[in-house]
């Protein structure tokens, strides 16, 4: 049974910190593309940093400089350092796992963790 189990999340004042992780379980870890995604109150889900099998890490602009992508192939998790919180960066954090092979795709996705940045 796969499984990607989001903790970390929770109530931070403004220029604080944060750092969630994602546990997973149930597919081949390593062999996976990692992501986090966020999705505000009333916009799209959006992507906010990603780090491939490889170790290759993309973030966001938005978060460019403050946030850091991270993984632990030994222990199936995937972590997202968050620094310099910012009120807009109130939302709901996803974790997403992605293998593209011989034409298919497999996605999956955790079931969130809540944000937020407030004084």
């Known amino acids: 049974q796969v499984q990607l189990v989001e903790s970390g999340g929770g109530l931070v004042q403004p220029g604080g910190s944060l750092r969630l992780s994602c546990a997973a379980s149930?597919?081949?870890?390593?062999?996976?593309?990692m992501s986090w995604y966020r999705q505000a109150p009333g916009k799209e889900r959006e992507s906010v940093a990603t780090?491939?099998?490889?170790?290759?890490?993309n973030h966001a602009d938005s978060v460019l400089g403050r946030f850091t992508i991270s993984r632990d192939n030994a222990k199936n998790t995937v972590h997202l350092q968050m620094n310099s919180l910012k009120p807009q960066d109130t939302a709901v954090y996803y974790c997403?796992?992605?293998?593209?092979?011989?034409?298919?795709?497999?996605?999956?996705w955790g079931q969130g963790t809540q944000v937020t940045v407030s004084s």
């Open positions: 997403n796992a992605v293998h593209s092979a011989y034409g298919s795709r497999v996605t999956y």
């Open positions: 780090i491939t099998s490889g170790g290759s890490t």
């Open positions: 149930g597919f081949t870890f390593s062999r996976y593309s």
